[in-house]
């Protein structure tokens, strides 16, 4: 028998051939008796980080979680893996309670979950006396830190439990942590620097979107059209709009569920275990919605209003796809919204209300935003940076941007209408007074007699606002104390001086962005899958466990793609373990073999995907090949434009990505009329991909001091590959 190692434990007892990123890492530091803090997003994979050094430590590991609803979901699926695992804490019956406590006694398991408080009585910790205790895990590992969002003190009280078991090793883990949180915990749980583990909070498979938010029901429905039958959360500002909303899917439908903190316990647990059973296929929410679910294939999350922060965005948007599979977010955006979140802020006082006000700054900041990348605000706010130039799963870097305006004329008169109020009224204040409004509060200022009264009555109020809001954001106009006060900054005055132009938008009064993307086709065969997706709810309903914790959609999309047709093939498939296999193998095999027999279709050649560098960084997508096959037969980029309702730039970049995986590309027609390049730029550029290589365009734009937008930059890389490939020495 060959010997036990991590990465043998997650191909036989999990069925991934891969592990996530720093997924290793931690566990191999762990193994190595290194006290280690983890951080990763939702859905980084954070549980394997312990239960599999629990498979190779002799003794036990005991898991601490706050999320006692999460502990029963977390041990049957460990159990569907064949983990010998358990949990104790309050919702378990005296009796129950106690079988565990002897099983643990008896050294049969080797993961055990607890709840802080129970860690704390005596019972138990006499109880883990008894045993060896190889591993504590500190699960939502922020709660420890009183800088948290979630401070809970008993979990201060760990500190001592530590010392109880000095030989055990500790794996603090957390998906939610800022800098200063993290130093909290390694400072409380007196652990080295070094072994810190801070993961990217990327999620690769997320396709973000903001839509400008007009009929918001029916755009909902149209929403849900595109996921039919799939998992997904619509979250709604107020309790009162989750009942409406909820209500009006029914009525069109739709299989939707209520849940917020106004509904009765039990309702609201079992609209819960509908959602995680897929007895219901959408659930409407407030906030109090996510904590405690672990569903893995939410498939879609609609913002119905807008958030309260980013950071609360993040980790709402953060509950889709934790498969790993693509998941679309959409956030439905009108600034009507931040009137209404503005009240509830005014009901504040003090510190609170100067946060929440700067949160919301951010969201909106970031909801307007038309043309950054929407993964670069997001991942900012964790201190992270994101630097390729588009991440082609987003709505600003899919689609073309608005095009910029000269709005000089806009700036100056507002920027002086600030000035001459004295710089101590409100965005609002300062557009009625460009209007040349008569109410009560211009007059009583006496501001009908500035010179700025009722110059600016080309815009309406709302135009107004929005250009208010892009001159805060260039840095033009600094905003402060409660009433949202606009003063000028140093830049304003340089660029009034100077007579600067000033690029922005103009709101159009109604304005219809023609976004969206069609969702990356992943080829499997759909009727099948669903067959196994029924064959999943049945085995499930049967044993009374959530149908993930059967399959994965993973794994049934991927035996939906390669039909395997044997034990030996289905092993090879993503999440099918030896225990796996032996449970439900036979039952799936045997609708696959039907399947195919009545289709003549035959298993198609499966190897584990060899991704070393994680999720599919090095693979082509079936998209990119699509498009460049199509670009080798002739197509033009106009035409594949057309046909995937896609813009020029992220045809260009699906070309690049092929054509820099090595692959061959003809020489496409076209590509110069793309570019307004002259001959001599073209050359410089051409020159510069020489030095500094055609990988990034940032170093040639900068090289080229921005002679070239990255448009043309794209393009004329595009042209660049194309050449030398035709030349190897060029
Ligand atoms: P987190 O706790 O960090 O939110 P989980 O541990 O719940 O994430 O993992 C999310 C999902 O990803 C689970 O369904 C898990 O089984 C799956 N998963 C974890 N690691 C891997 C891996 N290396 N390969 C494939 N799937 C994985
Ligand atoms: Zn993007």
Redesign the pocket.
Known sequence: MSTTTSSSILQQTFGYDTFRPLQREVIENVLARRDTLAVMPTGGGKSLCYQIPSLLFEGLTVVISPLISLMKDQVEQLRAFGVPSLFLNSTLSPQAYQENMEYVRNGEVKLLYVAPETLLTGRILSLLDSVQVDCITIDEAHCISEWGHDFRPEYRQLVEVRKRFPNAVCLALTATATSRVRQDIRATLKFATTNEFVASFNRENLY?EVLPKRDAYTQTVELLERYKDQSGIIYCFSRRQVDELAAYLKMRGYSALPYHAGLEDAERKRNQEAFIRDDTQIIVATIAFGMGINKPNVRFVIHFDLPKSIESYYQEIGRAGRDGLPAHCTLLYSYSDVAKINYFIDQKDGNGKRVAIQHLDAIVRYAEDERT????PLLNYFGESYEAD?????????SAPTPLTDITIYAQKFLSCVKRADEKFGAGHIADILLGSKNEKVLRWGHDKLSTYNIGTELTKKQWMHIARQLLSMGYLKQEGEYHTLSLTARALESLRKREPVFGVVQEAERVRVKGKKKEEVEYNSALFAILRQKRKDMADEAGVPPYVVFSDRTLVEMAAYYPQSSESLLKISGVGQAKLRQYGDAFLEVIRNYCEKHGLEERALTPSPSPKGRGESELSPRTRIIAEAFNEGATIQELMERHGIVASTILDHLTKYILAGNKLSNGKGLQSLTSATPEQQGAAFAAFDELSPTYLKPVFDKLNGMLNYDDLKILRMMYLIARQEQPHH
Not at 373 to 376: D, E, Q, V
């Open positions: 973000i990348c929407r993964r670069k588009t991440c082609s799963n987003c709505d600003n870097c899919t």
